[in-house]
């Protein structure tokens, strides 16, 4: 791993490193790799000032996961939802996806690692993940509301406004922050371990495994 700046290791004083990790969360957007490289820095109150701008993005990343679901798009054809009830649907659902993709995604991103020789810790692995989800999250605040403003709650029944092609480019909308997502894992990856696109290729392949594996016993 490459050698750490000491400016990542030690806050000049005055600087609030509450405020530097949340100045991240959109930084992760533009620029992943100075987001991804500070996460090396392993002391006690950098790994504690992320910690909030982490749950915040996995929270809404977990949001736009579960309304992406089938089960989401059908919760309309029962009549006892309304738009209360999809509200606690959505915060429940949403807030069940961020645990488990937070400790399962994460922990598969973990060993994944581990098997092409890194020495990183869980913890980094999760919070690899948690700066990776930020496009999510941000569909969560952008193309989610206006796909509920475009379509209502047609979105979540079948045979509704969002059956034609402006839903069809909602949906591949939805799917591109999906990916964007994805490729930050890489970099991410990539980053923090110092390895080669492919290596960090292989460790993915590798995550993708574990998951296929974990999916089929439970």
């Given at each position: 791993m490459p050698?750490?700046?000491r400016s990542l290791l030690h806050y000049p004083r005055g600087?609030?490193?509450d405020r530097e990790w949340w100045l991240r969360v959109p930084a992760v957007l533009l620029s992943p790799r100075s987001v991804f490289a500070a996460l090396r820095n392993n002391s006690r109150e950098d790994v504690e000032a992320r910690a909030e701008?982490?749950?915040a993005l996995t929270l809404l990343a977990g949001i736009a996961v579960a309304l992406g679901t089938t089960t989401a798009r059908t919760l309309y054809d029962d009549p006892l939802y309304d738009v209360l009830t999809l509200a606690v649907w959505i915060v429940i659902a949403?807030?069940?996806v961020a645990f488990a993709g937070y400790y399962i995604v994460g922990g598969a991103l973990y060993l994944g690692a581990r098997g092409l020789g890194s020495l990183g810790t869980f913890r980094r692995a999760r919070q690899v993940l948690g700066f990776a989800v930020a496009p999510l999250a941000l569909s969560a605040l952008v193309?989610?509301?206006l796909g509920i403003l475009l379509f209502g709650t047609d979105l979540f029944?079948?045979?509704g406004s969002?059956?034609?092609v402006a839903g069809d480019l909602f949906y591949a909308l939805a799917l591109a922050f999906s990916l964007w997502s994805a490729v930050l894992v890489l970099v991410g990856v990539r980053t923090v371990h110092g390895w080669t696109w492919w290596r960090s290729l292989?460790?993915?392949g590798l995550v993708a495994l574990f998951l296929a594996a974990f999916s089929y016993l439970f």
């Open positions: 050698p750490l700046h600087v609030d490193p701008p982490i749950l949403g807030g069940f193309l989610w509301p029944k079948r045979g969002d059956d034609g292989a460790a993915l």
